[in-house]
């Protein structure tokens, strides 16, 4: 770096520290600021070829702006680290700048970096106990299986994704089929599904794609409340037609809540279980649910509707109705409606 702006390692540290920078935005990973006033003193090129890793906390620059990171960036010139943790999803804000914030960046060396370090990686961790009516036990994970609500909503500022159920509406029928509110967080199944056990009575609802569902290996019904029972396995046979299945349990699951939501994010490792898809040998904790779910009743999946099909079903509930619309449709007075 030094190098390439004709200058001494010393004089590129004192340059960029002399520095007052603006938080132009926040993105591409959550707490990861691009940064604007750099000295053309110091400016310089992208690397030609990506970085395989950047270590958290990285200090890049390029022509125009630079940036600092808590996760993999790529292609910066990098001219050091910094130990303060750019983003944490425990904290409340989660992010350290967000846009508009005004950052200097302070010289300091290897015992007092060392120092900082050590007090940043003391924090204890904000750990939320749930207690609940027994557990989920995984015997299997399947291909990739995670805890989703319908997402984090309100901290985009800070570069944070909704995340969340990609089919919010089989979630919400799971959700409703077994007596839960709309928000609980269920299992989103992508293609092979999982193996598990569970370990009290309770109810279950399985909906969204077709994965083939099964209950102690005999078919699980699509879209409807079913009872199970302690030690009962559900297992999945295969996909069948569609994508990603939901798998909803009265009460929901217990997992943490962070950053308002339950949901796993995956390309930053928090939310759901410890941030990451479900594997063999973990146990998922359930909140404790009413028991006045009405087992046995049902919904129908989504059709699209066409010109060539005036008659449609509810896309909730089944009650058929003739219309005119391209669109879904969702019967007015239909109880398990959108809200």
């Given at each position: 770096?030094?190098?390439?702006?004709?200058?001494?390692?010393?004089?590129?540290?004192?340059?960029?520290?002399?520095?007052?920078?603006?938080?132009?935005?926040?993105?591409?990973?959550?707490?990861?600021?691009?940064?604007?006033?750099?000295?053309?003193?110091?400016?310089?090129?992208?690397?030609?070829?990506?970085?395989?890793?950047?270590?958290?906390?990285?200090?890049?620059?390029?022509?125009?702006?630079?940036?600092?990171?808590?996760?993999?960036?790529?292609?910066?010139?990098?001219?050091?680290?910094?130990?303060?943790?750019?983003?944490?999803?425990?904290?409340?804000?989660?992010?350290?700048?967000?846009?508009?914030?005004?950052?200097?960046?302070?010289?300091?060396?290897?015992?007092?970096?060392?120092?900082?370090?050590?007090?940043?990686?003391?924090?204890?961790?904000?750990?939320?106990?749930?207690?609940?009516?027994?557990?989920?036990?995984?015997?299997?994970?399947?291909?990739?299986?995670?805890?989703?609500?319908?997402?984090?909503?309100?901290?985009?500022?800070?570069?944070?994704?909704?995340?969340g159920?990609?089919?919010?509406?089989a979630?919400?029928?799971a959700?409703?089929?077994?007596?839960?509110?709309?928000?609980?967080?269920?299992?989103?199944?992508?293609?092979?599904?999982p193996?598990?056990?569970?370990?009290?009575?309770?109810?279950?609802?399985?909906?969204?794609?077709?994965?083939?569902?099964?209950?102690?290996?005999?078919?699980?019904?699509?879209?409807?409340?079913?009872?199970?029972?302690?030690?009962?396995?559900?297992?999945?046979?295969?996909?069948?037609?569609?994508?990603?299945?939901?798998?909803?349990?009265?009460?929901?699951?217990?997992?943490?809540?962070?950053?308002?939501?339950?949901?796993?994010?995956?390309?930053?490792?928090?939310?759901?279980?410890?941030?990451?898809?479900?594997?063999?040998?973990?146990?998922?904790?359930?909140?404790?649910?009413?028991?006045?779910?009405?087992?046995?009743?049902?919904?129908?999946?989504?059709?699209?509707?066409?010109?060539?099909?005036p008659?449609?079903?509810?896309?909730?509930?089944?009650?058929?109705?003739?219309?005119?619309?391209p669109?879904?449709?969702?019967?007015?007075?239909?109880?398990?409606?959108?809200?």
């Amino acid at each position: 770096m030094a190098a390439l702006c004709g200058l001494s390692e010393a004089d590129v540290v004192a340059i960029h520290a002399a520095g007052v920078y603006r938080v132009y935005m926040m993105g591409f990973t959550p707490g990861f600021p691009y940064l604007g006033g750099m000295s053309p003193r110091i400016a310089a090129p992208r690397l030609p070829s990506p970085r395989t890793f950047v270590p958290a906390g990285s200090v890049g620059l390029r022509r125009t702006r630079q940036e600092s990171t808590d996760g993999e960036s790529r292609g910066w010139r990098l001219i050091g680290r910094t130990p303060v943790r750019l983003f944490d999803p425990a904290a409340d804000p989660p992010a350290l700048v967000e846009a508009g914030d005004v950052v200097r960046f302070v010289p300091v060396s290897m015992d007092r970096y060392a120092e900082l370090e050590r007090a940043q990686d003391a924090r204890p961790p904000n750990a939320i106990a749930a207690s609940g009516d027994g557990v989920i036990e995984v015997l299997e994970g399947g291909m990739l299986t995670t805890v989703q609500d319908l997402g984090r909503i309100g901290f985009q500022r800070f570069g944070v994704p909704v995340a969340g159920a990609m089919d919010t509406f089989a979630l919400r029928a799971a959700n409703r089929l077994v007596g839960n509110a709309d928000t609980a967080a269920g299992l989103e199944i992508t293609l092979a599904g999982p193996t598990l056990r569970v370990t009290a009575d309770t109810v279950v609802a399985a909906t969204g794609a077709d994965l083939q569902p099964r209950l102690n290996g005999r078919p699980l019904p699509l879209w409807r409340g079913v009872p199970v029972r302690r030690g009962d396995v559900l297992t999945y046979a295969g996909q069948r037609q569609g994508i990603r299945g939901y798998l909803a349990v009265r009460g929901g699951i217990a997992v943490p809540v962070v950053l308002r939501s339950r949901a796993t994010y995956l390309t930053s490792a928090f939310g759901g279980l410890q941030g990451r898809a479900l594997r063999a040998g973990d146990t998922i904790p359930l909140l404790r649910g009413e028991k006045s779910a009405d087992t046995g009743s049902r919904v129908a999946p989504v059709r699209a509707m066409t010109q060539a099909t005036p008659i449609m079903s509810c896309a909730c509930c089944g009650v058929r109705r003739t219309t005119p619309s391209p669109r879904p449709v969702v019967r007015p007075s239909c109880p398990l409606r959108t809200r």
